[in-house]
T-cell receptor, first 111, second 113 residues
Framework: NAGVTQTPKFQVLKTGQSMTLQCAQD?????MYWYRQDPGMGLRLIYY???????DKGEVPNGYNVSRLNKREFSLRLESAAPSQTSVYFC??????????FGQGTRLTVV | GESVGLHLPTLSVQEGDNSIINCAYS??????FIWYKQESGKGPQFIID?????DKRQGQRVTVLLNKTVKHLSLQIAATQPGDSAVYFC????????????FGGGTRLMVKP
């Protein structure tokens, strides 16, 4: 099992460009999450999907959109990237009442 | 507002000593708590969890204590080793928020040889 796979691992964008971060899990989990982690900080929840077909805002959703494409995949889109979105992005998946498993992260720099 | 937070940003311990990392939470509706370890350049890794109907749970060299009266969570690491050096996060799941999982700010544990 690969667990949670994120692509790409690194990305540099210019201000105003758009991009989609991809996430896939092979553990048959219902819930999936997107977090951002700024240097020396904790993880802040951007969006989550409790189950296929549903998405909800987390703590810091502004500037992002998500799509729960199917049970396996949950993508995060930046429509118009800003330097404030420079961060490491983590995707996670889990089942209710159990721990979430994390991917290795996408390091995004917006210049 | 509702939050999960940590008392100490950095904890330095001698190899072989026990470590205690603390976490405070404010939402009494939270039903599940998790401790994660994050090494540099990696995603968080699960260490141990505890449900709100328990006050203590033990794993291999780790123990989590939950005090619902004061909304406090702690992670105890016995005989701390250099490989335990990392940032530790507590996370909280809320039954009234669609399985949303939120994190505290993290504590960096540094183990001195």
């Amino acid at each position: 099992n690969a667990g949670v796979t994120q692509t790409p691992k690194f990305q540099v964008l210019k201000t105003g460009q758009s991009m989609t971060l991809q996430c896939a899990q092979d553990m048959n989990h219902n819930s999936m999450y997107w977090y951002r982690q700024d240097p020396g900080m904790g993880l802040r929840l951007i969006y989550y999907s409790a189950s296929e077909g549903t998405t909800d805002k987390g703590e810091v959703p502004n500037g992002y959109n998500v799509s729960r494409l199917n049970k396996r995949e949950f993508s995060l889109r930046l429509e118009s990237a800003a330097p404030s979105q420079t961060s490491v992005y983590f995707c996670a998946s889990g089942s209710p009442g159990y721990e979430a498993f994390f991917g290795q992260g996408t390091r995004l720099t917006v210049v | 507002g509702e939050s999960v937070g940590l008392h100490l940003p950095t904890l330095s311990v001698q190899e072989g000593d026990n470590s205690i990392i603390n976490c405070a939470y404010s939402n009494s509706a939270s039903d599940y708590f998790i401790w994660y370890k994050q090494e540099s350049g990696k995603g968080p890794q699960f260490i141990i969890d505890i449900r709100s109907n328990m006050d203590k749970r033990q794993g291999q060299r780790v123990t989590v204590l939950l005090n619902k009266t004061v909304k406090h969570l702690s992670l105890q690491i016995a005989a701390t080793q250099p490989g335990d050096s990392a940032v530790y996060f507590c996370a909280e799941r809320r039954i009234n928020a669609g399985n949303m999982l939120t994190f505290g700010g993290g504590t960096r544990l540094m183990v001195k040889p």
